[in-house]
């Protein structure tokens, strides 16, 4: 799984999966391009990474605002010359363990704008550079909750199954155009704001798989590595749970 001369994009990839996706690409030799909200994290990613600047670059990015996601496609296809890869990592959860009459509209709003609008957003202004290059690999992050329901997370459990819908449309729309698009969805995984929880509830998530253990970051990462690469050639629109046995209860 080489990716030198291959240009990514990672939303949300100053933390969490989408950091340790970033991580991945560019020690196989991707030129990377991470994206988030937050200007100071942008910054120091793109800096820890390659201080030189020469296969990083930051930009801060609200997947939320159509305009800006433009702008992060732009910019990428301006530095580097191409997209051939792109990972969808960025979203939010919202509030927990609210009832759907107790979601407040706000909630819903942004959940729902960050983590399914920034999805569809991105592979619109992703999926026509991809085209230019002749081909491309587009991996979106769902969830176990793009399966099933979970009570307390309406708005988030919704954009997740809505992830799964777009991944599959836009998998077949381009399946014959040299562009795959694919989705994981992971169960819970070990990040660092996971891992900042109660031991209680730590255990709880753990509990609730089979396996009796959260996820890794690289374990999610490794594997996507494998979908963006060749090895995976004829894998396009598929959905894949990476739950330790979660959906088969």
Request: include cysteine; aromatic fraction near 8%.
């Amino acid at each position: 799984m080489d990716f030198h001369g291959k240009v990514a994009i990672v939303t949300g990839s100053t933390n969490g999966i989408g950091e340790a996706v970033a991580d991945c690409l560019y020690q196989r030799g991707a030129s990377v391009v991470i994206a988030s909200r937050s200007k100071r994290l942008v910054e120091n990613k793109a800096k820890s990474l390659s201080p030189d600047g020469e296969r990083v670059l930051g930009i801060q990015c609200d997947v939320s605002d159509p305009a800006q996601v433009e702008r992060l496609i732009n910019d990428t296809v301006s530095y580097f010359g191409r997209l051939d890869l792109a990972v969808n990592s960025a979203g939010t959860t919202g509030d927990h363990d609210k009832s759907l009459p107790e979601q407040t509209i706000e909630n819903w709003e942004r959940v729902i704008a960050t983590t399914l609008s920034g999805v569809f957003y991105c592979m619109k202004y992703e999926i026509p550079e991809m085209l230019k290059s002749e081909g491309g690999v587009i991996v979106n992050l769902s969830a176990v909750n793009g399966f099933v329901g979970i009570a307390g997370l309406a708005p988030y459990t919704v954009a997740k199954h809505g992830v799964i819908g777009l991944t599959q449309t836009a998998a077949l729309e381009f399946a014959d155009k040299g562009i795959r698009v694919n989705a994981v969805a992971p169960g819970y995984v070990g990040t660092p704001r996971v891992n900042a929880l109660p031991e209680n509830v730590l255990k709880s998530f753990a509990d609730s798989h089979p396996m009796k253990r959260l996820a890794k970051m690289e374990e999610v990462a490794e594997f996507i590595m494998f979908l963006l690469s060749d090895k995976s050639g004829f894998c396009t629109g598929g959905i894949y749970p990476i739950d330790g046995g979660y959906l088969s209860q």
